[in-house]
């Protein structure tokens, strides 16, 4: 099977380079409440990685969701080897970029993840307001910019 990204990008794809990069606690309330255990980055934000992203949502990539969902697919073994079974849940666009880019990035991801790992996977979340779009924002910006936009 072909690959999207290039050997060269695959191997620049690095983990996140510090433990607050790569796990991060709830911040009850911030996105979903107490509900999530434990969250665990699989690459940094940067160079191939960031493109990447940034081609998937904003130049209607979709066919980088698959790609993306593998290369995380080693971080999602690790973590449910420390929080146990999981179900995942993709976090939803708003309406509005739903229509607009034809698809949420995030599910496409997350459907390979639940494929290869062999995970449920279940749209539960709702965005109940849109927001600032968060590729500019810092951390407390961005949580803040989620606080109270999904239920």
Not at 5 to 33: H, K, M, W, Y
Not at 36 to 53: D, I, K, V
Not at 71 to 87: F, I, N, Q, S
């Amino acid at each position: 099977m072909g690959t999207l990204l290039c050997r060269r990008c695959l191997e620049q794809l690095r983990p996140p380079s510090s433990p607050a990069d790569r796990f991060v606690a709830p911040d009850s309330g911030t996105v979903i409440g107490d509900r999530l255990l434990l969250a665990m980055a699989a690459h940094r934000h940067e160079g191939p990685m960031r493109r990447a992203l940034a081609t998937m949502k904003y130049a209607g990539a979709s066919r980088l969701g698959r790609e993306l969902g593998r290369t995380a697919v080693p971080t999602l073994v690790r973590l449910a080897a420390v929080t146990g079974p999981a179900t995942l849940v993709p976090v939803p666009v708003h309406p509005e970029r739903l229509r607009a880019r034809g698809y949420n990035q995030a599910t496409l991801v997350a459907r390979e993840l639940s494929r290869l790992a062999r995970l449920p996977l279940r749209d539960v979340l709702v965005r109940v307001r849109p927001t600032t779009k968060q590729h500019r924002l810092n951390r407390s910006a961005r949580l803040a910019n989620l606080r109270g936009a999904f239920a």
